[in-house]
């Protein structure tokens, strides 16, 4: 059964200190702020909208029960009070509940400090432990070549190539899938 009380710190190569945890209720306005930061900033993430505080009400509500019965994983990375990074897996359904698929995003101060990597070898150790899958995919656009980097060097391939799936900036720009067999 999962411990809903994990609670783990690393030291970032800066010294900074950055906790890792499941999110919580009180959360809300971290997470608001932090996820619309990161569609203003325009980022290489699917969502271009802002999200309501509703909304992120529901991802609470939904991240938790989804946690609780081992159904997806979402860790929260904190430097203090503040949101930095957010990483999730959600688990495939009926005939793909073997597989995963994994998201990250850290914010924009956070990046480049190793803790993309520390948060993906996370959640995929507690995905082997909690999940019972034995696949993960993701999706990345193919410009995002500091993504691409992190994923090929934990040990994703490419597994194909979306021609002009994905509208960036008024362009058309290629989505690349991976996956990982763990
Ligand atoms: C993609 C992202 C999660 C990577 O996390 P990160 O903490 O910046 O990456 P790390 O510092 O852990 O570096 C891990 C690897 O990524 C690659 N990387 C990191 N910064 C890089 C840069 N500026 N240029 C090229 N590669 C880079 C390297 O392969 C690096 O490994 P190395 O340090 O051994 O060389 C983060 O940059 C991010 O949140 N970007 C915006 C949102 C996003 O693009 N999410 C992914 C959507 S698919």
Redesign the pocket.
Known sequence: MINYNFNKTITLKTGQQVTLRYPQQNDIDEVLNYINKLVEED???LLNEKKTKEEEVKFIQNATQEINDQKGLVIFAFAGEKLVGITNIGKGRFREENNGELG???AKEF???????ILINEIIAQAKQYLNINLLI?A??AP????L??YQ?VGFHEYGRLPQAVKYKDQMIDKILMYKNL
């Open positions: 980022v290489f993430i990250i995003s850290l990046r480049g400090l190793g803790l993309g990597r993701l990345v656009c995002n070549q500091v993504a980097n992190l060097s």
